[in-house]
Nanobody
Framework: VQLQASGGGLVQAGGSLRLSCAAS????????MAWFRQAPGKEREFVSA???????YYSDSVKGRFTISRDSTKNTVYLQMNSLKPEDTAAYYC??????????????????WGQGTLVTVSS
C-alpha cells in the first residue's frame, strides 16, 4: 500500500498550487483521506481531510483558502491551495485512515502516509 504525494514547489505569496495524492495497492474509496504539514522545527499539523462520503474538514488557518477533493475512480485526493502565505511553507503529507475514523485532525489514527511534498511560499 502506497500513497504518493506530488505537486509541491516554489510559489510567491498570493499564488496557488494543487497537491495530488495517488493511492495504490488497494482501493481507498472508504477511507478518510487527509493532508498534514510539517514546517522545520515544528510539529506535524492537520490541514484538511475528506471522508469517504466527501464530507470535508479544514484547520482554521487554511479555511477559505484551501479546498480538498477526491476522485475515487482515480484513487486520488487533491488539495487546491489558493492565496498562499509564507506561513504555509512546509512539507505536506497525505494520509489515510479507515472510514469510521472520526478524530480526523489527530494524526495518530492514520495508518498510511505518503512521503511528503515540499511547498515553499516566498514573500
Amino acid at each position: 500500500v502506497q500513497l504518493q504525494a506530488s505537486g509541491g514547489g516554489l510559489v510567491q505569496a498570493g499564488g496557488s498550487l494543487r497537491l495530488s495524492c495517488a493511492a495504490s495497492g488497494r482501493t481507498f474509496g472508504r477511507f478518510v483521506m487527509a493532508w498534514f504539514r510539517q514546517a522545520p522545527g515544528k510539529e506535524r499539523e492537520f490541514v484538511s481531510a475528506i471522508g469517504w462520503l466527501s464530507s470535508t474538514y479544514y484547520s482554521d488557518s487554511v479555511k477559505g483558502r484551501f479546498t480538498i477533493s477526491r476522485d475515487s475512480t482515480k484513487n486520488t485526493v487533491y488539495l487546491q491551495m489558493n492565496s498562499l502565505k509564507p506561513e504555509d511553507t512546509a512539507a505536506y503529507y497525505c494520509a489515510a485512515a479507515p472510514g469510521i475514523y472520526s478524530d480526523v485532525d489527530n494524526r495518530r489514527g492514520y495508518d498510511y502516509w505518503g512521503q511528503g511534498t515540499l511547498v515553499t511560499v516566498s514573500s
